[in-house]
């Protein structure tokens, strides 16, 4: 059975930063492209990043490109992201996200539940 | 920008309903890569359809996916109660992934 569990979310203040990380199982890691998701309060969904299996792709949204890094370590079947000079717009609930296949194609199979990030002071 | 849906649909159980997504020629137009995802709240959203038609194996076929220029359907037939839902299309954009705003689905 796939897993996808996010952690790293919590209360942070303006400017500051936040790394998440996705621990994944059940599926050849290596083999898939990963993604970024996150849905502020009352909001709908958002794409924020993705990386292919091999990290060779990757890209961002507008919203956050600049500040916020993927990464991928595919021996320790992780995904990360980290966010920098976080604000209350960055404030949602971020999934992690699988694809079907290697490269990205936006069509997301298994989704984690979420870790929420909360940006106040 | 994100594609555009109508903010909600509704229907009677039995009723079949329609979900428009409509992008530009640089997304839906360009690219055979639409998909669909119910998200009930609480819960992750769940793929229902991805390359424009195709449904994930146990995804019912009550639910089909169409395409016709810069605009994506998702059509729901035979509506039941547990369909209610917000529903989200999705496109490819150049190395990027677009949502569309989500569309509300009540079944009276």
């Known amino acids: 059975e796939v897993q996808l569990v996010e952690s790293g979310g919590g209360l942070v203040q303006p400017g500051r930063s936040l790394r998440l990380s996705c621990a994944a199982s059940g599926f050849p890691f290596d083999d898939y492209a990963l993604h970024w998701v996150r849905q502020a309060p009352g909001k709908g969904l958002e794409w924020v990043s993705g990386?292919?299996?091999?990290?060779?792709?990757?890209d961002y949204s507008d919203s956050v490109k600049g500040r916020f890094t993927i990464s991928r370590d595919n021996a320790k079947k992780s995904l990360y992201l980290e966010m920098n000079t976080l604000s209350a717009e960055d404030t949602a609930l971020y999934y992690c996200a699988k694809e079907m296949g290697s490269n990205y194609l936006g069509w997301f199979d298994s989704w984690g539940q979420g870790t929420l990030v909360v940006v106040s002071s | 920008s994100a594609l555009t849906q109508p903010a909600s649909v509704s229907g009677s159980p039995g009723q079949s309903i329609t979900i428009s997504c409509t992008g530009t020629s640089s997304d839906i137009g360009d690219y055979d890569f639409v998909s669909w995802y119910q998200h009930r709240p609480g819960k992750a959203p769940k793929l229902i359809i991805y390359a424009v038609s195709n449904r994930p194996s146990g995804v019912s076929n009550r639910f089909s996916g169409s395409k016709s220029g810069n605009t994506a359907s998702l059509t729901i037939s035979g509506l039941q109660a547990d369909d209610e839902a917000d529903y989200y299309c999705?496109?490819?954009?150049?190395?990027?992934?677009?949502f569309g705003g989500g569309t509300q689905v009540t079944v009276l």
């Open positions: 990386i292919s299996w091999n990290s060779n792709t990757l």
């Open positions: 999705t496109s490819y954009r150049g190395l990027r992934v677009i």
